[in-house]
């Protein structure tokens, strides 16, 4: 009787070694695109400094043909939802980046992860936009990467975009 027991145990190596590699990149996939689950950006909302509506004046398409594209918008508010006291008042001018693609982009063209991604096309035609912003040393910073922004064609009296307790 010949004994295979050497063979069995590479084999269960390799096949072990494989598995790994496996997991691996599959764990460096879901990395990549990045996406957060809903209560993360429910959180970041709650914790934004601001949370505006815009009239939107300006957006700034980029031209360097980079792949991952940042708009500016910059605008003037119209309602103040949540602001620190005194830090914001209505017609004060706002700029902010927000992540754009082309509209000859394709979806392959767009890179994946946690920011949401609108047409330069959605921006510019949107007389409104409603977002959550931190203020950095920098300036205005999305709160929320972008997913409670919403676009609207005329100012409310009440948010557009409400989180459920």
């Known amino acids: 009787m010949i004994s295979h027991s050497g063979s069995n145990e590479s084999f269960i190596k390799v096949a072990a ?7 691996m990149v599959i764990a460096a996939a879901s990395m990549a695109s990045a996406i957060l689950p809903p209560d993360q950006y429910k959180a970041m909302r709650a914790m934004a400094g601001y949370h505006l509506q815009i009239r939107v004046v300006e957006v ?3 031209t360097d043909g980079k792949r ?3 708009c500016t918008v910059r605008g003037r508010v ?3 939802f949540r602001s620190p006291p005194g830090r914001m008042a209505l ?3 706002v700029a902010f980046p927000v992540s ?5 982009d394709t979806d392959d063209e767009i890179l994946v992860g946690p920011d949401a ?5 959605e921006l510019n035609e949107s007389p409104f936009i409603e977002v959550y912003l ?4 920098k300036g205005f910073v999305l709160a929320d990467y972008g997913m409670g922004i919403r676009l609207s064609s005329c100012p409310t009296d009440t948010p557009l975009s409400v989180d459920a307790p």
């Open 60 to 62: 700034t398409a980029p």
């Open 100 to 104: 754009c693609r082309l509209d000859d």
């Open 17 to 23: 070694v494989a598995a790994m590699v496996m997991l």
């Open 68 to 70: 991952k594209r940042s």
């Open 117 to 121: 991604v609108f047409a330069v096309r």
């Open 78 to 80: 119209v309602s103040i």
């Open 134 to 137: 931190n203020r950095t040393e």
């Open 91 to 93: 017609e004060d001018e």
